[in-house]
């Protein structure tokens, strides 16, 4: 089988690692990749966005199946895009329609949505442009801190918590009347801060059947012990010991099951990754964000554990046989560091090249994620996430020890990156 993913970070090169160890792929191509990538696939310079130049390749290169790593072109409908032609009847397509991505693409439509089904996550209220007064008012009716955020797709950066009533409010004028992250914040969504352990929890899906696959967790603050700025994500393990049986019973009783019925419920066709984003607040789990992708850096966590074959189970989830297919998973520990460029997430320099990759040991994958490679092939600097470094080992400390160990050898001018990953949830 031939097999397009779209994407450039160290998602899609979690994916595609997995997805050329199946026996099913013939050729697999990536776009646009990034310099490691072609390690696995073959990358071909088509824009993700650009729906008709992703469709004269797929037919130029008889592709059967399309992998959407990240979630814009799901929320601008590639899937539908396809679907609306007889001719791709037979693709098999990672990524749910234009209305399922709305679940992530419009934080209203999620939290409305959660509201149906009983699911739990904080409570909230919506307002819009010229409502500034009445949301100001409703602010002052909560507890600090103060959770603001845009209702549409802002680049990962739409979510705002203020710890000032000032300076919340302040916030607010500039997402609903400033335009602060443009039309994405002509809704605000304000809600109760809840506080816990976070935890990613993936789903793969066609709608109705389901396989839960292993939890993550991210590490989202640029500084160690969780402090500074929100990134992309510094790091992620996999799994996370407090999700144990009875805590993932809870998670797919209250809300995996729920989101699916309701997605029936709503005849919202639904077919890829669910990606639930909770809070395991005092061991019941809330609701914080849906995504309808994979997570960035949690894939790279994910993906080395997952044994059973990826391209088997997309099948399956395409055919609507996904009960018949039993999860293998490895046991052990995966930690993920990801090597940012110096500034991140504000504003850094790119085009430095990435050295001492050749020295990793063999059994420590890298997952390129901003990088490209320059005239000569070498790889270099191109985004504010660079590189992920993961190893597996028994336990939480080994892991740590391992890749850290993988990581020291590994150089490119301004290099940072959290030393500390894993170490919260060491006992
Ligand atoms: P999101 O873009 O929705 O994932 O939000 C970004 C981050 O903000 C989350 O990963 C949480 O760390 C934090 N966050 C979002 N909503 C809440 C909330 N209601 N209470 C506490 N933290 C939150
Ligand atoms: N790591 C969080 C995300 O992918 O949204």
């Known amino acids: 089988m031939n097999i397009l993913v779209l994407g450039s970070g160290g998602r899609e090169s979690a994916l595609a690692?997995?997805?050329?160890?199946?026996?099913?792929?013939?050729?697999?191509?990536?776009?646009p990749g990034n310099a490691g990538t072609g390690l696995w696939a073959e990358n071909v310079a088509l824009d993700p966005l650009n729906f008709a130049q992703v469709k004269d390749f797929i037919i130029e290169n008889r592709i059967e199946m399309l992998v959407v790593g990240p979630e814009d072109p799901l929320v601008k409908g590639i899937h539908d895009y396809f679907l609306a032609d007889a001719n791709f009847r037979d693709l098999i397509?990672?990524?749910?329609c234009k209305e399922g991505a709305r679940l992530e693409g419009s934080k209203r439509f999620a939290k409305e949505f959660m509201q149906r089904a009983g699911i739990p996550t904080?409570?909230?209220?919506?307002f819009e442009k010229g409502q500034l007064a009445r949301a100001k008012a409703f602010l002052r009716t909560l507890k600090p801190p103060y959770v603001l955020k845009a209702d549409g797709l802002a680049a990962g950066k739409?979510?705002?918590?203020?710890?000032?009533?000032t300076r919340a409010e302040q916030a607010l004028d500039e997402m609903l009347e400033q335009g602060m992250f443009g039309a994405a914040s002509e809704q605000v969504v304000i809600e109760e801060f809840l506080s816990g352990m976070e935890l990613s929890v993936f789903v793969l899906t066609d709608g109705t059947d389901y396989k839960i696959l292993p939890e993550a967790k991210d590490y989202k603050k640029v500084g160690e012990g969780d402090c500074g700025l929100n990134t992309g994500g510094m790091g992620a393990v996999s799994p996370v010991a407090f999700a144990d049986v009875?805590?993932?019973k809870k998670v797919e009783d209250r809300i995996v099951k729920p989101t699916l019925a309701q997605l029936q419920k709503d005849k919202i066709p639904y077919s890829g990754f669910l990606f639930i984003g909770l809070m395991n607040v005092n061991g019941d789990p809330y609701v914080i964000e849906y995504n309808v992708r994979m997570g960035d850096p949690e894939t790279e966590a994910v993906m080395p554990r997952l044994k059973s074959d990826l391209v088997e189970l997309f099948i399956a989830m395409h055919e609507n046989r996904l009960h018949e297919i039993n999860l293998e998973i490895?046991?052990?520990?995966?930690?993920?560091?990801?090597?940012v460029s110096g500034g991140y997430p504000?504003?850094?320099k790119k085009g430095f090249e990435v050295k001492g990759t050749q020295a990793v040991a063999p059994d420590t994958l890298l997952f390129h994620a901003g990088t490209k490679p320059d005239s000569e092939g070498r790889a270099v600097t191109c985004g504010g996430r660079v590189l992920g470094v993961v190893s597996?080992?028994?336990?939480l400390p080994s892991a740590m020890r391992k890749t850290y160990a993988e990581v020291e050898k590994i150089e490119f001018e301004g290099v940072y990156y959290r030393k500390d990953i894993g170490k919260d949830l060491c006992r």
């Open 122 to 126: 904080a409570a909230y209220s919506v």
């Open 346 to 348: 504000e504003s850094y």
């Open 246 to 248: 009875a805590f993932m």
């Open 392 to 395: 597996l080992a028994e336990d």
């Open 17 to 31: 690692y997995r997805l050329a160890q199946s026996p099913r792929t013939e050729k697999l191509y990536v776009a």
């Open 330 to 339: 490895d046991p052990r520990q995966a930690l993920c560091v990801m090597l």
């Open 93 to 96: 397509i990672v990524g749910p």
């Open 158 to 165: 739409g979510v705002l918590i203020e710890t000032d009533l």
